[in-house]
């Protein structure tokens, strides 16, 4: 590209086709039929991308924008939102394709992983919602609710119409701040009253948190309710009437923004009471939180992709001193950073799915459901920790072309991102909140299990002085995180992010490790040695980094994922 009306743009036409690096880490977690129908199911969805690409990039125009509309034509109260055509059809559109006709909860992410690359957060983020309302009716729900709502939400005519009404003002993360009050009508059928603060989406079906008059306090008290935005009318005229509550106002957001969100008061709201009144945190917990964590863990390493792909494309074409970029070394290396990260992102997602897929939602041994919840939340913290930092890293490579909205689609994530790292708790909530399940079950002895097994399953002969550094960040961290440390409550809440850190970038390190030997895949494990240089050698690392010493060498086929054959010692 000597002249940049050159430059070509058609990424969007092969997000799966050209993942080879998520293809070698498949191959090493899915085998047989399941790896055909994944396959099948993503390439299929991958012809859809470059027209729901289109789609997306109109809506987030300035004018397409959700607004406000509390009243209809005949000002009859009808707290609606508008949303663009262009969102509406892509919803349509996307349940159309059978977003929720998976047959694994591995292939339903990694479709999720898919979409999440065109950067839409008015189609992902209620996707999310509602599949989490969707795992909790099939597990909570009374007959009568599963029987008027599961098909419901899964319709396309109706397209991911679900939204939660958790959060208010004074509670934050702390859910048993919450003071929503719900007055029994009869057994099922409550009122509820209660101020909303975070209200995203706001459709169809609401899913609230909220105290049963009477209720204990802290989250022993919560239940939960599902509200409709419309109920029969009691009075003739008109066939359904807004459910009493009024939308206050939407945020005005610095990411997400083609995303609707809302202060709502529900003022005596008709409400379905979900599960037992008792085991309403629980169920948040395990069916709610559990399953949006995933979401934005995919949405999070979809963002990864799609910067790294966006970057790639215009180094290869931008020529600048007779040279591409991609071949100068500082450009390289923030690709490398941006690859690595991706790479143990997503080897670490589908080491979660497996795990889902092969004990089910919700296992019933308790040391397997605490991994499983520790999983969740340290993905959900790592895939965002450095995800607004690796946007902006391939935002560099564009130069000034980059602020351009126009120019690509980062400037956009680069807002969603941080949205991403605040939504369903922040870093130091999230490491705050492993810190105290720890007690629950012998977490520092389960990952201390886990770090050796991956040490003995790392070859000797395989990356000889990157397994020489990982044992001894794996020592050092014994000697600072003892029982003793951990049980202190000051000193624990203290290290929570380094606690968090430390064994999650070994985790990460480890199990590309034992992918890539599993494969014999230098490319996954080149991306091991840069991270393990990169995060757990000294300040000086660079200086003998492997991968930094041959930029312009094995390095550009590691970037363009080309197949590498060199000695791995």
């Given at each position: ?5 050159d430059?070509?743009?058609?990424v969007?036409?092969?997000?799966y086709s050209?993942?080879?690096t998520?293809?070698m880490i ?5 085998t047989?039929d ?12 991958e012809?859809?991308?470059?027209y729901w690409?289109?789609?997306a990039?109109?809506?987030?125009q300035?004018?397409n ?5 509390s009243y209809?034509c005949?000002?009859?109260k009808q ?5 663009p ?8 559109r ?9 047959n694994?909860e ?5 479709k ?21 309302v969707l795992?909790l009716?099939?597990a909570k729900?009374s007959e009568?609710?599963?029987n008027?709502y599961?098909?419901q939400?899964k319709?396309?005519?109706l397209p991911?119409?679900?939204s939660h009404?958790?959060?208010?003002p004074?509670?934050g993360?702390d ?5 929503g ?8 059928e409550y009122?509820i009253?209660?101020?909303?603060w ?9 899913l609230?948190?909220?105290r049963i008059?009477?209720?204990d306090p802290?989250t022993k008290?919560?239940?939960l309710?599902?509200v409709?935005?419309?109920?029969p009318?009691?009075t003739?005229g008109?066939?359904y009437?807004?459910?009493s509550?009024?939308?206050k106002r ?7 923004q083609?995303?609707p ?10 409400g ?5 009144p ?6 948040l917990?395990?069916?709610v939180?559990?399953c949006?964590?995933?979401?934005w863990t995919a ?9 790294f ?7 290869q ?5 007779k040279k591409?970029?991609?071949k100068?070394p500082?450009?390289a290396e923030?690709?490398i950073d941006i690859?690595?990260?991706l790479?143990?992102?997503?080897n670490m997602?589908c080491?979660l799915?497996d ?16 991994w499983?919840r520790?999983?969740?939340?340290i ?5 965002t920790?450095k995800?607004?930092d690796?946007?902006?890293t391939?935002m560099l490579?564009?130069g000034?072309n980059?602020?351009?909205?126009d120019f690509s689609i980062l400037s956009?994530?680069l807002?969603d ?7 369903q ?7 705050m909140q492993?810190m105290?399940e720890m007690?629950?079950f012998d977490?520092?002895?389960?990952l201390?299990q886990?770090?050796?097994?991956l040490?003995?399953?790392w070859?000797d002969?395989i990356?000889v002085s990157?397994k020489?550094?990982?044992i001894?960040?794996?020592d050092?961290?014994?000697k600072?995180f003892?029982?003793k440390?951990?049980?202190d ?5 203290t290290?929570?992010?380094r ?6 970038v070994l985790m990460?390190i ?5 992918t890539?030997?599993?494969l014999?895949?230098a490319n996954?494990l080149i991306?091991?040695?840069?991270l393990?240089?990169?995060y ?6 660079g200086?003998?980094s492997?991968?930094i ?5 094995f ?7 080309e ?7």
């Amino acid at each position: 590209m000597s002249k940049l009306k050159d430059f070509s743009n058609r990424v969007n036409e092969s997000l799966y086709s050209d993942d080879k690096t998520l293809h070698m880490i498949m191959s090493c977690h899915v085998t047989g039929d399941k790896k055909k129908q994944i396959e099948t199911a993503l390439l299929a969805m991958e012809k859809n991308m470059p027209y729901w690409n289109a789609l997306a990039n109109e809506a987030a125009q300035k004018n397409n924008l959700p607004r406000l509309e509390s009243y209809d034509c005949l000002g009859n109260k009808q707290e609606r939102i508008h949303i663009p055509l262009e969102t509406r059809l892509l919803r349509h559109r996307v349940v159309e394709s059978g977003i929720f006709d998976s047959n694994s909860e591995f292939e339903k992410f990694t479709k999720v992983y898919l979409l999440s690359q065109i950067g839409e957060s008015s189609v992902c983020c209620p996707l999310a919602y509602t599949d989490s309302v969707l795992c909790l009716l099939r597990a909570k729900g009374s007959e009568y609710l599963k029987n008027k709502y599961l098909d419901q939400l899964k319709s396309s005519e109706l397209p991911l119409s679900a939204s939660h009404f958790i959060i208010e003002p004074s509670s934050g993360s702390d859910y048993g701040a919450i003071d929503g009050v719900a007055k029994t009508k009869n057994h099922e059928e409550y009122q509820i009253f209660a101020e909303k603060w975070f209200c995203s989406s706001p459709e169809e079906l609401f899913l609230v948190a909220a105290r049963i008059e009477g209720a204990d306090p802290g989250t022993k008290g919560l239940s939960l309710f599902l509200v409709p935005h419309m109920i029969p009318s009691a009075t003739k005229g008109q066939d359904y009437v807004t459910n009493s509550f009024t939308i206050k106002r939407l945020k005005n957001k610095l990411g997400n923004q083609s995303l609707p969100t809302a202060e709502i008061n529900l003022e005596g709201s008709k409400g379905y009471l979900v599960g037992y009144p008792s085991e309403g945190y629980a169920n948040l917990i395990d069916y709610v939180i559990n399953c949006t964590r995933i979401h934005w863990t995919a949405h999070a390493i979809g963002f990864y992709r799609r910067a790294f792909i966006e970057a790639r494309n215009y180094a290869q074409q931008r020529i600048v001193f007779k040279k591409n970029i991609i071949k100068f070394p500082l450009i390289a290396e923030r690709m490398i950073d941006i690859l690595s990260q991706l790479a143990s992102q997503q080897n670490m997602f589908c080491y979660l799915l497996d795990h889902i897929d092969e004990y089910g939602w919700m296992p019933r041994d308790e040391g397997v459901y605490m991994w499983r919840r520790f999983l969740i939340n340290i993905l959900k913290y790592r895939s965002t920790l450095k995800l607004t930092d690796s946007i902006k890293t391939a935002m560099l490579v564009f130069g000034a072309n980059s602020i351009c909205k126009d120019f690509s689609i980062l400037s956009r994530l680069l807002g969603d991102s941080l949205a991403l790292e605040t939504i369903q708790e922040t870093h130091d909530a999230l490491c705050m909140q492993i810190m105290r399940e720890m007690h629950k079950f012998d977490l520092i002895g389960r990952l201390n299990q886990e770090i050796e097994g991956l040490i003995s399953s790392w070859p000797d002969d395989i990356l000889v002085s990157s397994k020489k550094v990982f044992i001894h960040n794996f020592d050092v961290g014994n000697k600072v995180f003892t029982t003793k440390n951990l049980y202190d409550p000051h000193w624990a809440q203290t290290h929570a992010l380094r606690f968090v850190n430390h064994f999650s970038v070994l985790m990460e390190i480890g199990h590309l490790v034992k992918t890539g030997s599993k494969l014999n895949c230098a490319n996954i494990l080149i991306l091991a040695s840069h991270l393990t240089h990169k995060y757990l050698s000294d300040r000086f690392s660079g200086f003998v980094s492997p991968t930094i010493e041959h930029l312009t060498d094995f390095c550009q086929d590691l970037i363009r994922e080309e197949p590498i054959d060199i000695d791995m010692k």
